[in-house]
Structures are given as C-alpha cells and as structure tokens.
C-alpha cells in the first residue's frame, strides 16, 4: 500500500521496558546533577522538561484521565479507534487495582513486572488515525520534538491504510485489544505504572 493513499494510519505503540528504565535512569541523572550545582552556576531553563516528564506531558494530551471535565469517550477526535493490548500484564491485575492507592499500585505493577518479566509484558495500544490528523497526532506524542515524548518508550510502528482497510486488517497485526471506554482507561493501561 502506497502512504499516498493511506485514508488513515494504524500506529502500534509496544511498551519497552528497558528504554523507560533508561528515561528513568537519565532523569535520575539530571536531578543529580541539578542537586550538585551551587549558587551561581547555570541552572537548566525551566523550559527544559526532562524527557521523563514530556512523555508523561504527551500521554496526558493525548489521553486525558482526570475525572469528571477533562475524561474523554472513546474514539477521541481524529480517531476511529484507540484500545489498550489486554496483556500479559493487564490480566494479573488483581481486582479493583484502579481504586488502590498510587503507592499500592505501584507495589502490585512491580511484583507483577518481575514475575512475569519486563520482556513479557504485552503491554501497548494501538490507534487508528485519519489521515487529517496524523501529524497532529504524531505531534502530541513528540513532546518537544525528535526522540522525545511517548516515543521513547515504546516499539513504534505506522501502518498506512487505504479507504478499503478492515477489522481484519488491525486484528492481523496486534494483540488482543481491551474494550476501553474512554481516555483514562488508555491513560491507566498504556504502561504497567501510569507513569507515575
């Protein structure tokens, strides 16, 4: 299929769980270095986002997750569908993990993450995106640019598709999907920790 007569575009974004350790382990770096300056030496600009925090940025554009106002139905404009991969992962949470406290919640998804282990996850989603709003699509999970929002932590692939695309089409190329309802449930399960 030729990207000149895509109608829309499948993009699947693979949860990688050792490139959001490395965003991890290069904010921890940066706050180091940030703790060790002393006064009047050259602070970093407050608009310099550390990545960590424009992948968290973007995420939250994308799918906003607080309740009531900002929550929104599914699909969100320019989309015609956006689900969560029903994973490895999402299968061992235990019930009624949305309601549990953030530091429950992060307890319960690193036990789960080394019992299963971080390359057996399954985590992802997945968003079919009209052609109008690709780039501005794109865009919001680039945060400030090359190799850096949403795209850091995952296997990103695009796949055009023509006017003529079916379900079949999506089904043949990712993971059983969840049945989510609205921008919070993509926001909860895109990655094992909410990015928190």
């Known amino acids: 299929m030729e990207v000149a007569t895509a109608s829309a575009y499948l993009i699947v974004a693979r949860y ?33 986002v ?4 424009q992948a968290r940025r973007a995420a939250e554009a994308l799918f906003p997750y ?5 929550v929104k139905p599914l699909p969100i404009e320019g989309t015609r569908e956006v689900h969560t991969f ?17 530091e429950e919640k992060l307890s319960i998804a690193d036990s789960i993450i080394e019992r299963l282990g971080a390359e057996n996850l399954g985590i992802g989603w997945m968003a079919v995106v009209e052609r109008q709003y690709f780039l501005s699509f794109v865009e919001q999970m680039s945060g400030k640019g090359k190799g850096s929002g949403l795209w850091q932590v995952y296997d990103i692939e695009i796949v055009p598709m023509d006017e003529t695309w079916t379900e079949s089409d999506i089904e043949a190329r990712v993971p ?8 919070a449930d993509i ?4 990655t094992p920790r909410s990015w928190n």
């Open 66 to 70: 607080e309740p009531p106002d900002a």
């Open 16 to 48: 990688n769980h050792s490139k959001r350790m490395k965003l991890l382990e290069s904010r921890m770096r940066s706050s180091q270095v940030g703790m060790a300056q002393t006064e009047g030496q050259s602070t970093v600009a407050a608009s310099e």
């Open 176 to 183: 059983d999907l969840n049945k989510d309802e609205t921008t």
């Open 86 to 102: 029903n994973s490895a992962y999402y299968k061992a949470l235990p019930p009624g993990f949305r309601d549990k406290s953030k």
């Open 187 to 190: 926001y909860e399960f895109m």
């Open 50 to 53: 550390d990545e960590h925090e």
